[in-house]
């Protein structure tokens, strides 16, 4: 009991954080539970960029940003899979028609003019979009659909009316003139600026439409996919040439991180690289809730036929390993939460296999147990043999599945992945319920005299034995 | 109760070898007509699915059941051949065409629509696979089972012995060959596709069928260390034995979540837990029925040389 004390508030002090965690932490859906959309893009090398780096990724992830942004989707996500690809995620978007329209395509970076006498109306608009751009984060939040979709319209109508103000120069200079741009620290004060370089024939253009608004207050307009993103005006000093020599510098009250944001979306302007669509997965949401409703059945169902049979086989130690499993079910799915992990269908699958193998171990340790009961030793000492003598076999079978599980984590498209981590993360709770609790659990019943009974770990043991054994008790 | 694995052995084989071939000529069958050896979904060769369901709260759409012909000719109607069209349960209808693009998609969706009445978007699935994102899949699950493969050898090695190894990713490469074998069998006779889900159902497999074998090679190398004298058959029909109970049990209670997965699970699950219930139970039985007697045989064969040798 001295020994089974400090384990036991172990078990009992874990079983009720997970419940805290449970009850505090609610475990995000994937699409294929919660129904909406999922948008592969495909981010292809061309002769200009032979090869996609970390840093063109990124680029174009921005690009792609800004366009979803321009969807008005609450809680949209976008993050780079693997080498070349962006995953978009959509929740709740059952028809994904219209972002599959605005994701395809090169990005449009363009370097335009403002129309004389429009600097009053600019500064208007201007201010009124960054209200609107405030309430728009403000509702995303909250996820008023109607609202939403109310205000990125009028944010979209407040977008086409800044860019009438400003007129294509001729011939247009577009991002494929631009060769670079990044963030470049304070010369002096405090505030950071955004450096930027054409190639020949982009400094020569570039120089022309610098020369025509220096000193006037009209500013260049920086269109990335028809949106201002940056409009700098140009100083009196350069009226006569231009900026001339392809590079220039942006300035304004940059921080590193807004100076570092403007550079990566001129990055991703100037990328000459197309991106196209090589994936979509719509799930409506309704068939999501049937697929939620089915995975409890059929979970319930695993669990319950685990339960009993264990009891039936194996009697008491069978009924113990069911309070275990019930403790693996719990810590798993309170390790999924604090892990933050996105449960989708074969998430599911992945952890109701799972209580399947759980019990594996304690199928070991018994079998073994039974074999030392009929051997002639003492139901105590089999008890522990049990654990012992298994433990090799549970570590070598957890380890060689775990390979499995690494090597298809490795593999990692996203479905392929949730079935991965889910497993891996259940066989360690395995390891800690099944050897743990089962054995303090199990030691704890035998302190008890009516559990001391070899019967109920073995039935039909050869009565010689028994006698032997009681004797031995 | 105790059954001796090693004397009939010959059997074992004959039987492995037996469905093994059975599932070779059928993906060789199935290579000639499909293209490929199991009947590959959406996932692999690229394509648009749309699963669609009529939308039953709009008064007089589904007053007249779904008409096969009308959306027959509303796909024609739109250019695309080599489409397969099924009506799904009453009001549900699933369409498998090439890649469309959202153009052609939607021009698509409004065909129907006026042919057979409106949709509910709540129900609707659309899949788009582009071509390469199938092949990439394909070629990341074959090196995912090359590198699990060599993990698990180079684990057994360092814990075992490289014979022991080398037997374990045989009786591994029966388990996966018979199910590939038996899904060719469903692909060619009930029309059963594999998914990017067969991939992992493959690789559990794996992770799961060596599982079983390393605890009878435990059991070998307990035996063995304890006895070192007795000879290798009966060494290694005790470990059968002895671990047989927990080999069959622990099957018991992966099969019942499974079988529990495959009644409830749903439409996606269906083929996945199938797979792994295929898998599964030829894991347990490579593990009992081929690891050992391949173990056995192997090590008579060396104990035969050494004893020429020493001769």
Known sequence: MQRQRPLLALIIVLLIAAITVITTIPIPLGLDLQGGSQLTIQVKPTPEVPQITERELEAVKKVVEGRVNGLGVSEALVQTVGKDQILVQLPGVSDPQAAERVLGGTAQLEFKTQKPNTEAQLFALQSSRSEQRAKQDELRKGGDQAEIAKNQAALQNNNAAIAELFERTNPPLTGRYLKDANAEPPQAGPSWSVGIKFDQQGGDLFADLTKKIAGTGRGIGIFLDSELISSPSVAAQYATTGIAGGQAQISGNFTLQTANDLSVQLRGGSLPVPVSIGEIRTVGATLGKDSIQRSIYAGVGGIVLVLIFMVGYYRLPGAIADVALLIYAILTYATFALFGVTLTLPGIAGFILSIGMAVDSNVLIFERTREELRSGKTLYRSVEAGFQRAWSSIVDSHVTTLIACAALFWLGAGLVRGFAYTLALGLFVNLFTAIVCSRTLLLLALQFPSFRKPQLFCPNLPTITKSQTEAQL | ?311
């Open chain 2, 1 to 311: 109760m105790t059954f001796s694995v090693i004397k009939q052995r010959r059997i074992w084989w004959s039987i492995s070898f037996a469905i093994i071939l059975g599932g070779l000529i059928s993906m060789a069958i199935s290579w000639q007509q499909l293209g490929a050896p199991l009947r590959p979904s959406l996932d692999f060769v690229g394509g648009t699915r749309l699963q669609l369901e009529r939308d039953c709260s709009v008064a007089t759409n589904c007053a007249a059941p779904i008409n096969l012909n009308a959306v027959r000719e509303a796909v024609d109607g739109q250019g695309l051949t080599n489409n397969s069209i099924q009506i799904v349960g009453k009001e549900g209808l699933s369409i498998r065409t090439k890649t469309l693009d959202v153009d052609q998609r939607t021009k698509l969706q409004t065909a129907l629509t006026q042919k057979i009445g409106s949709f509910d978007p709540k129900k609707t699935q659309i899949d788009t696979v582009g071509p390469t994102v199938g092949k990439q899949l394909l070629s990341s699950g074959l090196l995912a089972l090359l590198v699990s493969f060599a993990g698990i050898v180079v684990y057994l090695s360092f814990r075992f012995q490289s014979d022991y190894a080398v037997i374990a990713i045989i009786a591994l490469f029966h388990d996966v060959l018979i199910t590939l074998g038996i899904f060719s069998v469903l692909g060619l006779v009930l029309g059963i596709e594999v998914d990017s889900l067969f991939v992992v159902a493959i690789l559990t497999i794996t992770g799961f069928s060596v599982t079983d074998t390393v605890v009878i090679y435990d059991r070998i190398r307990e035996i063995l260390h304890l006895h070192p004298d007795l000879p290798i058959q009966q060494i290694v029909d005790d470990a059968v034995n002895q671990t047989l109970t927990r080999s069959i049990n622990t099957t018991i209670t992966v099969l019942l979540t499974l079988v529990s997965l495959f009644l409830f699970g749903g439409e996606t699950l269906r083929n996945f837990s199938l797979a792994l219930i295929i898998g599964f139970t030829m894991g347990a039985y490579s593990s009992i029925f081929i690891a050992s007697t391949l173990l056995c045989w192997w090590r008579e064969q060396r104990q035969s040389r050494s004893v020429d040798a020493a001769v």
